[in-house]
């Protein structure tokens, strides 16, 4: 990582910390602001939070680890997660999954090259009267069908 | 000397749930009385399930409860039933606070038990035959105290995770693990230098380091007590002992050994004895039949370490003191502990001027026994394989690191373990305890008691403080029978200060200094005294000590397993009284230590000779993860 880079990335995290607190329990919206941004929190991010929360780095390790939505990984520009859980399945989950697959040339857990999407599954939206369900970065979308999530996946910059 | 941080270290889960014990227990509210297994057991509010069961000959099995760490309630191996209560509780987590009726055996609650421990089975990846914790391992003597015979829920043939053999010290074995996370807390909130965490979720948790890097790659100081507080074998110190057997028996090699004091304290309780029993003359005697060629005391280096540290703080004093000289760093911090001096080069790097430039005992006698030992016996140096037994884990590390080579060769070929020396001489069929006793061999011979008290938590300013006092007024240290009682004893930190008055014409600058001290043991209180120094709150301090692990060597990573306060209390006494036993019992007046200046080190203390040999420099580390 370039250094300039770096720079701006502690002052971003600073800010954050300034503005949700410096206690421990501020650590999950710091690393929830940081994932919206950036789609990922690197490593150099995880120490730079310890360092200011006056943590340890295994310890945000940690916790990103225990959340699926958190990543420490890059991952790309938007996240598509589809619900697996059995009433989806049952709604016809597979189908949407083959069309998406497809459509993107990647399976789920792989990022398109253009960096443009990173396909997931998810657990249990909570939309099971509504399934199939999915999820694009923080919107969801039900009721669906394979030419339906094409055209979602299409509009997506 | 709390900080303020204190309260926000563990979340609060994490946190002992004990209530707040009652001062005045003798008025209505401070005691309550239970019935534990239809017994009536009066106790103080407060008092946990677990700890009124102890105090009462109830035995309750725990598996991530540890005296030394906070609660965790997270294995309930130790559930018991509470009447009104509709699930079964964890009687480490269950603070007394209302007359409650608890029971600790019944059908409920040894199905539960049982079905927990089958649980931990079914994913516990090895066999007992093969695992060097077999016949010291909580999780297999809970197996046979249920009567396991069989896997009711299965049991994992094929490894989930690499065993993680990267660091020189702590061999990690995550099929091992049982998620007690005692290791967790230990490196948190002990050590506070926080290597390890759970990772993951569900079934996938483990214990993992940041970004699950090779322990080697991430920041941890090699103290290895997270090996001494986990139950299994899933964490365990980086064995030399089958390179040692070899050079032992290659009748070509000279190998020598040299036993710290804090080992021989130790090493009864690997053969049954109580903690408390000093073993020097047996183990000196069993280690020749074993086949060592020479058996040293490292207590001699110790004695050599005051001299070059006592005289480096003198000179920084008056550095200080006569020539004004604003370079010259105050307090001093000593530099034997491998642990700390790791701690400071990652988390303090800009105070490594503070530090004392002082070798560890251990390399020192690696450095001359390379050096003066091979010249004074035509030895050549190639041939000697350098072995020192230590308490310590780090002590690996510290003689892999490339600046110990003063000698022109590795100073320091291994670094063995109490528990493993104790494995070897099992190995070798000796039973410990019924060996004659046998003295240390020359040319470095029986050292002083102000060497082996380096071994508690307080023993090297102990020691400096009656040579340097001598060395500075002509007369012994004013204490009773030379015992600096300041020194000792288990506070996490402890200050006192000495006056020197009437001091020799040389050292007339010092007239009327009141020498002060702290010593601190444990990383964790080490942060502590780091950060009032760096808010300017140390200038009037003249010397730190500062050890690694809770209690000092004694409480060493390598040190036998189980380990407790109580423990640690007991070998810190039998050093003592091995101490108060000896006639000599300061640095300064080791014969043998005389003799070296005399002979090799001719310039005396601090000079160039000893600098190149006996003195060495730091790394700033920080505490970035690449
Ligand atoms: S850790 Fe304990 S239970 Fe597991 S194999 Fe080793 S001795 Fe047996
Ligand atoms: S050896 Fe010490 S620093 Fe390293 S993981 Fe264990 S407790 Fe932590
Ligand atoms: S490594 Fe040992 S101490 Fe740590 S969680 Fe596993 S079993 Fe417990
Ligand atoms: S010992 Fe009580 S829950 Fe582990």
């Known amino acids: 990582m370039l250094l300039l880079e770096k720079n701006s990335l502690t002052e971003e995290i600073e800010e954050l ?20 941004k950036h789609k990922y929190i690197s490593d150099f991010a995880q120490q730079e939070i310890a360092r200011l929360l006056d943590i340890h780095p295994v310890e945000v390790y940690s916790v990103i680890s225990f959340y699926a939505f958190l990543h420490s990984e890059p991952h790309g520009r938007n996240i598509v997660r589809l619900c697996q859980t059995i009433t989806c399945d049952m709604a016809g989950k597979d189908a949407v999954a083959k069309a998406i697959e497809r459509e993107l040339g990647i399976t789920f857990g792989q990022t398109t090259k253009d960096k443009r999407i990173t396909l997931e599954y998810a657990n249990c939206l909570g939309m099971c009267d509504q399934g199939p369900a999915m999820i694009v970065n923080d919107r969801v979308y039900t009721h669906l069908t394979p030419e339906k999530a094409v055209n979602i996946l299409n509009e997506i910059k | 000397m709390e900080s303020s941080k204190d309260n926000l270290r563990a979340p609060v889960s994490q946190k002992p ?18 019935e534990i297994n239809e017994k009536k057991i009066t106790v103080p509010l407060g008092t946990t399930i677990l ?43 269950f603070p007394i606070t209302a007359p409650l009726k608890i029971k600790t055996s019944t059908p409920m609650v040894r199905k ?77 909130d002990l050590q506070e230098v926080g290597v390890l965490e759970a990772i993951n979720r569900g079934h996938e948790t483990h214990i993992g380091t940041f970004l699950d890097k090779p322990l080697a790659d991430v920041i941890c100081i090699n103290c290895g007590q997270c090996i001494n507080r986990c139950p299994t074998s899933a964490l365990r110190a980086n064995d030399p002992s089958d390179e040692i057997w070899a050079a032992i028996d290659d009748p070509t090699k000279h190998v020598v050994i040299q036993t710290a004091p804090s080992p021989r304290a130790g090493i009864g309780e690997e053969f049954g004895l109580e903690p408390g029993h000093s073993l020097t003359g047996e183990m000196n005697t069993a ?45 001093q911090f000593t530099s034997c502990s491998p642990g700390w001096v790791k701690f400071i ?113 307080g023993g090297v300013m102990e020691a400096a403080l009656r040579t340097v006092y001598e060395l500075v007024t002509g007369r012994e240290v004013p204490f009773t029978n030379l015992n600096i009682e300041p020194c000792r004893g288990f506070d996490g930190i402890k200050q006192a200060s000495v006056l020197l008055e009437n001091c020799k014409d040389e050292y007339s600058f010092l007239e009327g200094v009141e020498v002060k001290f702290i010593v601190a043991h444990g990383t964790a209180n080490a942060k502590k005294v780091m950060e009032l120094l760096r808010k300017g709150l140390l200038s009037d301090v003249h010397f730190v000590e500062i050890m690694a692990c809770p209690g000092g060597c004694i409480g ?38 005389q003799y070296i200046y005399e002979k090799f080190l001719t310039e005396g203390p601090c000079s160039h000779k000893s600098h190149e040999l006996l003195h060495t420099h730091y790394t700033k580390r920080g505490r970035f993860i690449a």
């Open chain 2, 112 to 188: 539960a038990r049982r079905h927990i421990l089958d649980l931990m089975l079914s994913e516990h990846y090895g066999e007992c035959y093969s695992c060097f914790r077999n016949q010291n391992c909580e999780l297999q003597a809970l197996a046979k105290e249920y009567g396991v015979d069989e896997y009711t829920f299965g049991h994992v043939n094929t490894p989930r995770y690499e065993v993680d053999r990267s660091s020189a010290s702590v061999i990690r074995d995550m099929n091992k693990c049982i998620l007690c996370k005692r290791c967790v807390r230990t490196c948190i």
């Open chain 2, 345 to 457: 080069e990652h988390f303090y790097p800009e105070y490594l001027d503070y530090l004392s430039t002082a070798k560890s005992p251990q390399q020192m006698f690696g450095a001359v026994i390379k050096t003066f030992y091979a010249q004074e016996t035509g030895i050549d140096p190639k041939d000697i394989v350098s072995v020192a037994l230590m308490p310590c884990s780090a002590k690996k590390f510290e003689c892999n690191r490339p600046e110990m080579r003063d000698s022109g060769f590795k100073d320091v070929d291994y670094g063995l373990t109490t528990r493993e020396l104790a494995k070897m001489i099992k190995e070798a069929g000796i039973y410990l305890p019924e060996m004659p006793k046998s003295h240390f061999d020359e040319p470095f011979g029986d050292a002083s008691g102000a060497g082996l008290i380096f071994g508690a938590t």
């Open chain 2, 556 to 593: 060493g990573g390598g040190q036998p397993i189980p380990t407790s306060e109580e423990i640690r209390k007991k070998r810190a006494e039998a050093i003592y009284a091995e101490d108060e036993s000896l006639t000599l019992r300061k640095s300064h007046e080791n014969p043998h230590v």
């Open chain 2, 17 to 34: 749930h004990v209530i707040e014990k009652p001062k005045d227990t003798s008025g209505i509210g401070g005691m309550i009385t239970v």
């Open chain 1, 17 to 36: 910390v300034n503005l949700m607190g410096h206690e421990r329990s501020s650590l999950l919206p710091i690393l929830q602001a940081l994932q919206r």
């Open chain 2, 287 to 331: 280690l020749r039949r074993i086949g060592f060629d020479r058996v040293f005391d490292t207590n001699f280096t110790a004695d050599l370490t005051i001299m070059e540290e006592g005289t480096e703080l003198l000179n920084r004093l008056k550095k200080v003191i006569v020539d004004k000289d604003t370079t010259v760093k105050l307090p």
């Open chain 2, 51 to 93: 700890e009124a069961c102890n105090d009462n000959q109830i035995h309750i099995p725990t598996l991530c409860h540890h005296s030394d760490l906070c609660i965790a309630g997270v294995c309930r191996i130790c559930v018991v039933e509470v009447e009104g209560m509709r699930t079964l509780q964890a009687a480490c987590a």
